[in-house]
């Protein structure tokens, strides 16, 4: 478990002992170290950020009395991820924004038929400014959160928990209960969009010559 | 004189991408989900093909900024009432036996 970036949680067995105890410090820890993730991966099913919260508080109640029955046949933090994602997809079901997660089994499906690179092959020539430590990249950052929300839900979702939240390929086909090699597509899918709207923004925001 | 290709040669012309779908392999890639003469192929394009060798750096300058967007904290009310529910359900779970 425990490749949130900066994370620095003990063990499993530590933690759900912890919790059992009814250590608050413990549950402090993870709520501070995994909600804001939680809500990210939510408001991907969901049409507002206040139910995304409502998302997240649900989620963590059912670990509050889901956590005597943990069996530990996943990871703690998969575990958790997993209540939240059924939680999240039947809030967005509810709110009708999604339709049902099959009428997206083609999204990211197969690899071919998609004719060349999102951007053409002009762009490869353009060099980007270095990201780093810039005004540019902190626009930059703020642009990419904002259009997330246009990615087709399940490539939203993927890319989310892998590059945003820093989960592993392993951790997201538990979660999602997806294919490694869908989980590819769609996570590659997602990048070569993102690569393509960073790219369009370098371009609008490049110095004439 | 009779001219043979070696092994070697011909394994990667077996294997050589074009620019197209060595940009589909990317993923992979950066994974290590590839065998070992498809990882050596998308290694020499990318040494090799000044296009994709720009695309790739892009590419993981995107997974960089993905991994540091701004984040937004739980609000601090619900943060306070989750913790207070996990107090009073914690000590009646651990009452109950
Ligand atoms: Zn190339």
């Given at each position: 478990?425990?490749?949130?970036?900066?994370?620095?949680?003990?063990?499993?067995?530590?933690?759900?002992?912890?919790?059992?105890?009814?250590?608050?410090?413990m549950?402090?820890?993870?709520?501070?170290?995994?909600?804001?993730?939680?809500?990210?991966?939510?408001?991907?099913?969901?049409?507002?950020?206040?139910?995304?919260?409502?998302?997240?508080?649900d989620?963590?109640?059912?670990?509050?009395?889901?956590?005597?029955?943990?069996?530990?046949?996943?990871?703690?933090?998969?575990?958790?991820?997993?209540?939240?994602?059924?939680?999240?997809?039947?809030?967005?079901?509810?709110?009708?924004?999604?339709?049902?997660?099959?009428?997206?089994?083609?999204?990211?499906?197969?690899?071919?038929?998609?004719?060349?690179?999102?951007?053409?092959?002009?762009?490869?020539?353009?060099?980007?400014?270095?990201?780093?430590?810039?005004?540019?990249?902190?626009?930059?950052?703020?642009?990419?959160?904002?259009?997330?929300?246009?990615?087709?839900?399940?490539?939203?979702?993927?890319?989310?928990?892998?590059?945003?939240?820093?989960?592993?390929?392993?951790?997201?086909?538990?979660?999602?209960?997806?294919?490694?090699?869908?989980?590819?597509?769609?996570?590659?899918r997602?990048?070569?969009?993102?690569?393509?709207w960073?790219?369009?923004?370098?371009?609008?925001?490049?110095?004439?010559? | 004189?009779?001219?043979?290709?070696?092994?070697?040669?011909?394994?990667?012309?077996?294997?050589?991408?074009?620019?197209?779908?060595?940009?589909?392999?990317?993923?992979?890639?950066?994974?290590?989900?590839?065998?070992?003469?498809?990882?050596?192929?998308?290694?020499?394009?990318?040494s090799?093909?000044?296009?994709?060798?720009?695309?790739?750096d892009?590419?993981?300058?995107?997974?960089?900024?993905?991994?540091d967007?701004?984040?937004?904290?739980?609000?601090?009310?619900?943060?306070?009432?989750?913790?207070?529910?996990?107090?009073?359900?914690?000590?009646?779970?651990?009452?109950?036996?």
């Amino acid at each position: 478990m425990g490749s949130f970036v900066g994370e620095v949680l003990p063990p499993d067995d530590v933690v759900v002992r912890a919790l059992r105890a009814g250590d608050e410090t413990m549950f402090a820890a993870l709520l501070d170290t995994w909600s804001h993730g939680m809500l990210r991966v939510a408001r991907s099913y969901v049409s507002t950020d206040h139910s995304a919260e409502e998302v997240v508080q649900d989620t963590w109640l059912a670990v509050i009395d889901g956590i005597d029955g943990f069996e530990g046949r996943s990871s703690v933090k998969t575990w958790v991820y997993r209540i939240l994602v059924n939680t999240a997809k039947k809030r967005g079901l509810r709110e009708s924004r999604i339709l049902p997660w099959s009428a997206f089994e083609q999204d990211g499906q197969t690899l071919g038929g998609h004719g060349p690179p999102p951007g053409g092959r002009a762009e490869f020539t353009a060099a980007w400014p270095t990201p780093e430590g810039e005004a540019l990249a902190a626009e930059a950052r703020g642009l990419i959160a904002e259009a997330l929300g246009r990615l087709p839900p399940r490539q939203r979702v993927v890319i989310t928990l892998r590059d945003v939240e820093g989960c592993t390929s392993e951790e997201v086909c538990d979660i999602l209960e997806i294919s490694a090699a869908n989980q590819r597509v769609l996570l590659h899918r997602a990048r070569a969009t993102v690569r393509g709207w960073l790219a369009s923004y370098y371009d609008s925001v490049k110095q004439p010559d | 004189m009779k001219r043979f290709i070696s092994e070697a040669r011909a394994v990667n012309v077996v294997k050589r991408f074009t620019c197209d779908e060595l940009v589909e392999h990317l993923t992979a890639y950066l994974d290590d989900a590839l065998d070992t003469p498809a990882r050596d192929a998308v290694r020499d394009h990318l040494s090799c093909c000044e296009g994709c060798g720009r695309y790739f750096d892009q590419y993981r300058a995107t997974i960089r900024v993905l991994g540091d967007l701004p984040t937004r904290p739980l609000p601090t009310e619900t943060r306070s009432r989750l913790l207070s529910t996990f107090r009073t359900r914690r000590a009646d779970h651990l009452t109950d036996g």
